[in-house]
C-alpha cells in the first residue's frame, strides 16, 4: 500500500513563500498528480478544494485563485510532488494534501497545514 507524506507546511506572513513536498513511501510511477487543500472555515463534510494538477508528462494546471503565486512540479524518479507557493495571502490558509494514482488505486496523503497570518 502506497502512502504519501507531505511536508514543508508551516505559518509563514502574507507575501511569503512555502514550499510543499509530497513523497511517496514507494518508488511507484503515478498518472496524473494533484493538491488539494481544504479551509479551516470549509463547511463540515464539505470536500476538498482542487488546487493545482500536473499530468504525467508534467504539465500543471491551476485554480484562478493560485495562477501565477503558485507553481507544481513532479520527480517522477523520487516518486514526489511538489507546490512552491509564493506570495501567500491569508486566504490561502488551509490543509494542504497531495492525491496520485498509480495502475492499482488512488492514494491520499494525511495533509499538511499552512497558516498565513500577520
Known amino acids: 500500500q502506497v502512502q504519501f507524506v507531505e511536508s514543508g507546511g508551516g505559518l509563514v506572513q502574507p507575501g511569503g513563500s512555502l514550499r510543499l513536498s509530497c513523497t511517496a513511501s514507494?518508488?511507484?510511477?503515478?498518472?496524473?498528480m494533484a493538491w488539494y487543500r481544504q479551509a479551516p472555515k470549509a463547511i463540515p463534510g464539505k470536500r476538498r478544494d482542487?488546487?493545482?494538477?500536473?499530468?504525467?508528462?508534467?504539465?500543471?494546471t491551476y485554480i484562478a485563485p493560485v495562477e501565477g503565486r503558485f507553481t507544481s512540479s513532479r520527480d517522477d524518479t523520487k516518486s514526489a510532488l511538489y507546490l512552491q507557493m509564493n506570495n501567500l495571502t491569508p486566504e490561502d490558509t488551509a490543509v494542504y494534501c497531495c492525491?496520485?494514482?498509480?495502475?492499482?488505486?488512488?492514494?491520499w496523503g494525511q495533509g499538511i497545514q499552512v497558516n498565513v497570518r500577520t
Open positions: 492525491h496520485g494514482s498509480d495502475s492499482h488505486a488512488a492514494y
Open positions: 514507494q518508488n511507484a510511477f503515478f498518472y496524473g
Open positions: 482542487l488546487v493545482a494538477t500536473i499530468s504525467r508528462e508534467g504539465v500543471p
